[in-house]
């Protein structure tokens, strides 16, 4: 008979993945699905990222490559910290691997052992807990609040650090709530660290060129220098330049870890695809201009969905300040029943009936550690946002 092994008995399955799933079976089906579960920018990736990456073919760039990146692109890695971020790393303190996900999951294996605590701010991303589980560690939550823009409080920090604690991971803008850190929130998260010395962090920047009303991103390490020496920054090609098929993520921090990372990698992917490789480098290398277009009409979206939403009998909308989701909570909604008497018992409930009325799409909160709320991605174009937003207010309407 079958068995899951113990690691991964302890894991759930990716909700996002699974609602992504279900909307492509119903649209099989025949049905009109607005799917706003997916994380992935609807632009396509530029063609000059294209070309490199059908060059690299042509001249034979199809082998094997070092475990952890090709030198050329570890060197644009480096080269783009020192550029947008001020931060100066060695290519030998780079790490490239099959995408931001693997990143982590590299880090997580490197360095957590059973028992070990890994903190994850909620919402969060709904992979970390779960990695941290495979990795062997204890996902630790430390709650956040809509009154506080969903951003950790050093209070909230302190209280979920223990003698177990290993990482922390910070995620800004964050996925799924928008929340963008400012350096005074992440000078004031660093002196709590302070007076820790074994936490180490994981700053996990993939949506950092996403972002609006004027912001500027800062990474954690340029709010707090002194922690260069336990932070691993990581980053990613997969959203800024629209291109979550091609598995590209990548980080930067101290030597040991990096070659610990590499350690991993070299007994389970081996090296990212070489061809994907060549288009990051042309994508961190060529035109840039594009990413802060796309940004503003991320944030044309994500007014129209704003506005809309908060106009959605029961629901709140804290103001989402990058990346492309909108976390509205629906707490009031929850005890109503739906028309066919359903009773929306939690978040969960909340989604699945949604999607059986009005054939929305959406993730449930309980999946990003925080709720009653749901996501939904902007990334999607303006028409299909509108409908979606008007399903979800006459959804919410119909619910007594
Ligand atoms: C916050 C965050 N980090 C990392 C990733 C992983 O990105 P990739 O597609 O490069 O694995 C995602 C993707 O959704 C994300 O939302």
């Known amino acids: 008979m079958f068995q899951e092994s113990a690691a991964l008995k302890r894991v759930r399955p990716s909700a996002t993945l699974a609602m992504t799933q279900k909307t492509r079976e119903l649209k099989r089906q025949g049905r009109d699905v607005l799917g706003l579960s997916a994380g992935e920018p609807d632009f396509d990736t530029p063609e000059n990222i294209k070309e490199a990456a059908i060059r690299a073919i ?55 052992s059973p028992g070990d605590e890994v903190i994850t701010p909620a919402p969060f991303w709904t992979s970390y807990p779960e990695m941290v589980l495979l990795a062997g560690g204890e996902p630790v939550r430390a709650p956040t609040t809509q009154e506080n823009g969903y951003r950790l409080t050093p209070e909230a920090l302190e209280a979920a650090i223990t003698a177990r ?58 709010a707090a220098p002194e922690m260069y020496d336990r932070t691993l920054t990581m980053n990613g090609v997969s959203k800024a330049y629209a291109m979550t098929g091609w598995r590209i993520g990548y980080a930067a921090g101290p030597e040991p870890l990096i070659a610990a990372m590499r350690k991993v990698e070299g007994q389970s992917t081996s090296n990212p695809s070489s061809i994907a490789q060549y288009a990051a480098l ?37 103001k989402p300040e990058g990346a492309f989701y909108v976390y509205p909570s629906l707490a009031p909604l929850i005890g109503k029943k739906t028309p066919a008497g359903r009773v929306i018992e939690d978040d969960e409930t909340f989604v699945t009936e949604l999607l059986e009325s009005e054939d929305v799409a959406a993730v449930h909160g309980s999946a990003f550690g925080l709720g009653p709320n749901f996501r939904i991605s902007y990334a999607t174009s303006e028409d299909v946002l509108e409908e979606a937003c008007r399903r979800i207010q006459r959804f919410c309407a119909s619910l007594v």
């Open 282 to 318: 042309e994508a961190l290398t060529g035109p840039q201009d594009f990413i802060p277009e796309r940004a503003r009409v991320f944030e044309g979206r994500r007014d129209l969905v704003l506005s809309m939403l908060n106009q959605a009998s029961g629901l709140s909308c804290a």
């Open 165 to 222: 604690t290993r990482w922390l991971i910070l995620n800004s803008p964050n996925n799924p709530s928008g929340a963008v850190y400012t350096p005074e929130d992440l000078r004031a998260l660093a002196d709590v660290l302070a007076r820790h010395p074994r936490v180490w962090v994981l700053t996990d920047d993939m949506y950092e060129h996403i972002i609006y009303d004027g912001m500027t991103f800062t990474s954690f390490v340029q």
């Open 58 to 112: 042509r001249e034979g760039k199809t082998k094997y490559t070092d475990v952890d990146g090709v030198p050329e692109l570890k060197q644009a890695i480096a080269d783009k910290y020192e550029r947008e971020n001020g931060l100066h790393y060695k290519p030998g303190q780079v790490n490239v691997s099959p995408g931001g996900k693997a990143v982590i999951f590299n880090a997580l294996m490197a360095t957590c």
